[in-house]
């Protein structure tokens, strides 16, 4: 005997399983698809930093006597040239962060590059990070443009390139931006030697983008680098991201007088002026980051989606939760070293409180 079985779409649209019939191979059957069981266990990951732990109330502001590259010669610093291409100019006076003068990069094409060179060559090891100021004119969507440390003796690159738009919202126009690079993520944390940097196009969508370079430099010292807090899977694991939390404390109020909402100001981060060099967060999957957000305001946080899920204050001290939530997990792998990071740009021992966490589950590989 045998029973009529009939398999229909569960969510109510009345389609049913029918027998696949391929002409010419004999076989009748269901087409059907399985998907391994995922074992999830809930687990909260906290950003830490390997010298600081969980606080981020840290000074991450760059001290020491800087070493100024180039700030469109508005003095005289080192020497920029055009390598390759014909795009570049070193002293425009079209805009200018500082001074009357910037370096404009007029849509350079893919593999074109311009070069800083110092004159002479010298250790890394007293500085930092590379800092400088951009201002995108247009056309900067999903370009790519990298920077990198040069020895002309040897004609090769020291350490190794980092893209630009990792480092700040490239579709964000006309308006001057703080760019920070720490020397250890362009591969010059050591006792390396250059004496250039050069900046290379490296993938362009049409036209490539015109933006303007100002006041490049080398800032801080081997003690006084920007502050990166980690949080990755565990060895042998996934980790399923479903949330990511930013927990900011500060001494103010908190409220308005009569007030149904926040007393922030969406100009400054949570009592604090704008920052300088702001938070930087990035996801990083198979080793290339492929997301970074830059973070100077409130506003800058709402922008990017975060919310203001709750806070709580006593009428001096207030301590503000913001939260992204993920409509589908993100999930880091701990096989290709995948993780999200935050570094601290500025001195952020005003605040009171600011630690973050990553809300999701782990699946073991």
Request: glycine fraction near 10%.
């Amino acid at each position: 005997m045998s029973l009529k079985s009939i398999i229909e779409d569960g969510n109510g649209s009345g389609l049913k399983a029918t027998v696949d019939n391929v002409p010419g191979d004999g076989q009748n059957g269901l087409v059907v698809l399985t998907t391994p069981l995922l074992e999830l266990y809930p687990k909260t990951k906290f950003f830490t930093n390997p010298e600081y732990g969980v606080s981020m109330v840290q000074s991450a502001s760059l001290s020491g006597a800087p070493k100024n590259i180039h700030n469109g010669n508005d003095t005289g610093l080192w020497v920029g040239s055009s390598i390759v291409g014909a795009k570049f100019n070193f002293s425009s006076t079209d805009i200018a962060f500082e001074g009357t003068s910037s370096v404009h990069a007029n849509s350079p094409s893919v593999g074109d590059i311009m070069q800083f060179a110092s004159g002479s060559a010298f250790t890394v090891s007293d500085y930092g990070a590379l800092t400088f100021h951009i201002n995108v004119d247009r056309r900067w969507t999903t370009d790519s443009v990298s920077i990198y440390g040069w020895d002309t003796n040897s004609g090769s690159i020291v350490g190794n390139k980092v893209l630009l738009e990792d480092y700040f919202v490239q579709n964000d126009f006309d308006v001057w931006q703080t760019v920070t690079i720490p020397l250890v993520s362009m591969g010059l944390g050591g006792d390396e030697i250059i004496d250039s940097i050069r900046i290379e196009g490296e993938s362009n969508t049409g036209r490539g983008p015109e933006y303007y370079l100002d006041k490049i430099a080398l800032k801080g010292t081997s003690t006084s680098t920007p502050l990166c807090y980690t949080a990755k899977p565990s060895p042998g694991t996934r980790y399923h991201v479903n949330a990511f939390r930013l927990i900011i404390g500060n001494n103010i109020s908190g409220s308005v007088t009569n007030g149904t909402m926040t007393g922030l100001s969406y100009d400054k981060f949570i009592g604090m002026n704008e920052l300088s060099g702001g938070l930087n967060i990035q996801r990083i999957l198979n080793e290339s980051a492929d997301f970074t957000g830059r973070f100077t305001t409130t506003s800058d946080l709402m922008f990017a989606g975060l919310r203001n899920i709750d806070s709580i204050s006593d009428g001096t001290n207030s301590l503000f939760i913001y939260e992204f939530e993920f409509h589908t997990p993100s999930i880091l792998d701990s096989r290709t070293n995948d993780r999200i990071e935050i570094t601290l740009n500025d001195d952020m021992t005003d605040l009171t409180y600011l630690r973050a966490t990553l809300l999701g589950s782990e699946e073991f590989l």
